[in-house]
């Protein structure tokens, strides 16, 4: 059974870089198939798709986010990881990582149980 | 970007009555690239139906969706006491993916 693991700072104060990596177990960020997310959630807001990655490295972002954010995959450690600069209060939310196979052809299917940052000082 | 509409905001039914959830698109979807979720505090969200009506590994068949275009509708037929959630619509045909914001099936 696949599993999506976050990890991440906890609190992080405005203007720092938050960085948040996801592990996969009981698959490959390898596969030749999937792709890799960051999805996240304000409180009491809605679901904001932030960026994917495949294993190659190809990245795909969201305009909105794309000047603050870095996405990244390491196969050696099956993880890929987030990293958001220059962060504020309207950063504050949950954030999941999941997995969908292909780019605009399907879904999300896996996700983590999401990780919850927030910026304050 | 596409901006997903759903409605109602909030569903108050018993268990046993027929839950539609509406979502409702800026502009046309491809292909019905078109997916709902399921989220319940504190878990993450599940897959439930996605594409033309294909439901998700597991989700039982009182689940099912529809639609085309700019207009699809989530249908529980008989709700079961697990069914009680937040249920989120995604587009996933054109780049950015985007979210609608969510309609909370309630215990009337």
């Known amino acids: 059974q696949l599993q999506l693991q976050e990890s991440g700072p906890g609190p992080v104060k405005p203007s720092e870089t938050l960085s948040l990596t996801c592990t996969v177990s009981g698959g490959s960020v390898s596969s030749r198939t999937h792709y890799w997310g960051w999805i996240r959630q304000p409180p009491g807001g809605g679901l904001e798709w932030i960026a994917s990655i495949y294993y190659s490295g190809i990245t795909y972002y969201n305009p909105s986010l794309k000047s603050r954010v870095t996405i990244s995959v390491d196969t050696s450690k099956n993880q890929f990881s987030l990293t958001l600069t220059s962060v504020t209060a309207a950063d504050t939310a949950v954030y999941s990582c999941?997995?969908?196979?292909?780019?605009?052809?399907?879904?999300?299917?896996?996700w983590g149980q999401g990780a919850l940052v927030t910026v304050s000082s | 970007e596409i901006v997903l509409t759903q409605s109602p905001g909030t569903l108050s039914l018993s268990p046993g009555e027929r839950a539609t959830l509406s979502c409702r698109a800026s502009q046309t979807i491809i292909n019905s690239r078109l997916a709902w979720y399921q989220q319940k505090p504190g878990q993450a969200p599940s897959l439930l139906v996605y594409g033309e009506s294909i439901r998700a590994t597991g989700i039982p068949d009182r689940f099912s969706g529809s639609g085309s275009g700019t207009d699809f509708t989530l249908t529980i037929s008989r709700l079961e006491p697990e069914d009680f959630a937040v249920y989120s619509c995604q587009q996933y045909g054109d780049s950015p993916w985007t979210f609608g914001q969510g309609t909370k099936v309630e215990i009337k």
């Open positions: 999941a997995r969908h196979a292909g780019m605009g052809t399907m879904p999300f299917d896996y």
